[in-house]
């Protein structure tokens, strides 16, 4: 009995969810192009894209059918097993106001997380900036650089097993460095980036780890949605920002930013091979560096 009870209210908990995302989502499409007039005329940009209003957008809209979707599965739970549950929240940051936090501990949820940080400051801090950095936009076509083929790809853009993940990321950095005729002799106390790109980052993490022991000084970057204003003031954390084309699709824009100067460069992606996309980023390294290799995980 209580399987299947455990059964309907899982059931119950799904309908809510797909509920939730229709109802949000059916708007946005039915309206698409009122909407990006709507936005136009109250923020008075002359592109929708400039002011990267599709990212918050969709941000934003994943936040409030999650948000409405929890909301109503943890009353449903309440009403099913009368209080039975106890609920937890884990994040990395929590930027709360006291407030908030009393509200948790009033509601019996558990908090855990690693750094506390005060955000009420933020937004007259961000005010003070003036948003004078330096902005490129990179063009589509790059001297040489190097290109290196890997197969065997696993996506964890769907769901797999993590073992089996680093696994695969350890065979894709065997053949890098095969590939590379066993570069421990080249990079050994040499200062290397290893760029990611945008949710592609883990195996990018996992090599520049892998060239850290082979007594290299190693930074890690990735590509973003993100168009993050730059500054010249140097509390300001983010001083330069390069405009790209996204390696996933040439009609999106990414950004990188704060490209330093290293003794070689690594862009590792599992993006389809769009050269026009590809050498926006080339690009934006080139104009500091030199020795740049792409690893294409495919």
């Known amino acids: 009995m209580k399987r299947n009870k455990d059964k309907r209210i899982f059931a119950k908990i799904l309908i809510r969810y797909i509920i939730c995302t229709v109802v949000f989502s059916i708007p946005l499409w039915v309206f698409a192009d009122r909407y990006v007039l709507l936005i136009e005329a109250v923020t008075g940009s002359g592109s929708f894209y400039d002011i990267g209003t599709v990212i918050v957008t969709n941000l934003v809209l994943a936040f409030v059918i999650t948000l409405v979707f929890m909301l109503r599965a943890a009353r449903l739970l309440d009403r099913e097993y009368d209080g039975k549950f106890k609920y937890s929240v884990a994040s990395l940051l929590n930027g709360m ?3 908030n936090l009393e509200r948790y501990k009033r509601q019996g ?3 855990y997380y690693l750094v506390k940080t005060d955000q009420s400051t933020y937004g007259d801090r961000a005010e003070t900036f003036k948003g004078d950095g330096f902005y490129y936009k990179c063009p589509d076509k790059a001297a040489e650089y190097t290109t290196i083929y890997v197969k065997n790809r696993m996506d964890a853009r769907r769901l797999i097993d993590s073992g089996k993940y680093e696994e695969a990321c350890e065979n894709l950095w065997r053949e890098i460095w095969e590939k590379t005729g066993n570069m421990a002799d080249n990079i050994s106390g040499k200062r290397i980036l290893v760029i990611g790109t945008e949710e592609f980052m ?6 520049g780890r892998k060239m850290e022991k082979e007594g290299a000084e ?8 993100s168009p993050i204003a730059v500054s010249l003031e140097k509390e300001y954390p983010l001083h330069s920002r390069y405009e790209l084309k996204s390696l996933y699709d040439p009609d999106r824009r990414t950004f990188i930013y704060d490209i330093g100067k290293y003794d ?3 862009i590792v992606t599992d993006s389809p091979e769009i050269k026009e996309s590809q050498e926006t980023l080339i690009n934006a390294v080139r104009m500091q560096n030199k020795d740049i290799t792409v690893v294409r995980w495919c």
């Open 97 to 99: 106001s006291e407030e």
């Open 109 to 111: 949820i558990s908090l």
């Open 202 to 207: 883990f195996p990018a993490l996992y090599i």
């Open 218 to 225: 190693v930074r890690c970057h990735s590509t973003t949605r």
């Open 264 to 266: 070689k460069v690594l």
